[in-house]
Antibody, heavy 122, light 106 residues
Framework: QVYLRESGPRLMKPSGTLALTCAVS?????????WGWLRQSPGKGLEWLGE???????DYNPSLKSRLTISLDKSKNEFYLTLTSVTTADTAVYFC???????????????WGQGLMVTVSS | DIQMTQSPSTLSASVGDTVVITCRAS??????LAWYQQKPGSAPKLLIY???TLQSGVPSRFSGSGSGTEFTLTISSLQPEDFATYHC????????FGQGTKLDIK
């Protein structure tokens, strides 16, 4: 069984930098899977943020590309999200997930973390 | 960007009913479409990928079909645990999701 768990701050001030960690167990991020971040704003639909392959190749949602970085640490079996210049519009539940696809940006997700609610407020 | 439009936004049904949810893509997506079920406070659960392939462990009352730009999720003989929100996702290019369909009890 594969488990993913998000961790990071639950409350952010506007203009700050959000840094989240996804710890993976039951699979290795060195595998051929893709590792993704998604979010869901309160009462809204799901939004794909981006994903990374074990080689470090990434793909990002064009609407966030200038503010978003996804990286990974194979030695810790973790991957990360960094989102700069956050605003109240970034308030959401953030999910990490394992993806299957033919290339980054073309994955469906079979295992998800439980999600982490992040609120951006002054 | 590929826009995904789901309909209906909400759907009321009874246990035992058969329901159909539709998802339309703004351009062809080569059948690279997935369906998820989400219950309040939980992460989405993968039901179907590649438009019609049932994920392991998902009951056979769930089925997917479609091609090109129009796809459907059919749930036959609704069970109490099926009342949830359903999302479609295209993963042909820079994934995107529909706005979700809430299935509630009539």
């Amino acid at each position: 069984q594969v488990y993913l768990r998000e961790s990071g701050p639950r409350l952010m001030k506007p203009s700050g930098t959000l840094a989240l960690t996804c710890a993976v167990s039951g699979d290795s991020i060195r595998s051929t899977n893709y590792w993704g971040w998604l979010r869901q704003s309160p009462g809204k639909g799901l939004e794909w943020l981006g994903e990374i392959l074990q080689s470090g190749t990434t793909d990002y949602n064009p609407s966030l590309k200038s503010r978003l970085t996804i990286s990974l640490d194979k030695s810790k079996n973790e991957f990360y999200l960094t989102l700069t210049s956050v605003t109240t519009a970034d308030t959401a539940v953030y999910f990490c997930a394992r993806g299957w696809g033919s290339w980054v940006g073309t994955s469906y997700f079979d295992y998800w973390g439980q999600g982490l609610m992040v609120t951006v407020s002054s | 960007d590929i826009q995904m439009t789901q309909s209906p936004s909400t759907l009321s049904a009874s246990v035992g009913d058969t329901v159909v949810i539709t998802c339309r893509a703004s351009q062809t997506i080569n059948n690279l479409l997935a369906w998820y079920q989400q219950k309040p406070g939980s992460a989405p659960k993968l039901l179907i990928y590649k438009a019609s392939t049932l994920q392991s462990g998902v009951p056979s009352r769930f089925s997917g079909s479609g091609s090109g730009t129009e796809f459907t999720l059919t749930i036959s003989s609704l069970q109490p645990e099926d009342f949830a929100t359903y999302h479609c996702q295209q993963y042909s290019y820079d994934s995107s999701f529909g706005q979700g369909t809430k299935l509630d009890i009539k």
